[in-house]
């Protein structure tokens, strides 16, 4: 059986607020165990964090759609946005990890975390729109 919630929510950071708040009844309503709604949660704030900041060239205010679902034991995250064309797998920068955190250049940490926490990590361009989906294997 599958269970989903889709959440439109603004490009501004004040909306992880509400993310949080409806990952958080989603997982009371499927029973996601605490660590996995920890890395989903942690994963998914980089991530937006990362729409917000980097997605649009413009001020304007522009529609995030979320895509929370389970199935079985597999929860799936889709995050779409209207943003630049951006492959986080493949375009992001590699974090500098070796230098002390007053040196190291900003970017690719966020997606690093991801990866490490999310069984799988997909992106997609599809009608104007970057889809970035995570998986999560319970």
């Excluded at 895509?67 to 079985?72: A, E, P, R, V």
Aim: glycine share 4%; charged share 30%; hydrophobic share 35%.
């Amino acid at each position: 059986m599958q269970n989903s919630r889709t959440l439109i929510v603004s490009n501004r950071l004040e909306e992880i607020r509400t993310i949080e708040a409806t990952l958080e009844e989603f997982s009371e309503q499927q029973n996601f165990p605490p660590e996995a709604l920890f890395q989903i949660q942690l994963s998914l704030e980089e991530l937006f964090t990362n729409v917000v900041s980097y997605a649009h060239d413009d001020e304007q205010e522009h529609e995030v759609k979320i895509i929370l679902s389970k199935d079985g034991e597999t929860i799936t995250v889709e995050i779409i946005d209207d943003g630049c064309p951006f492959d986080p797998l493949h375009d992001a920068p590699d974090p500098d990890i070796d230098s002390s955190l007053e040196e190291r250049g900003i970017g690719g940490a966020g997606i690093m975390l991801a990866k490490q926490m999310m069984t799988e990590l997909r992106y997609k361009r599809d009608n104007a729109r970057n889809h970035l989906t995570m998986v999560k294997k319970i």
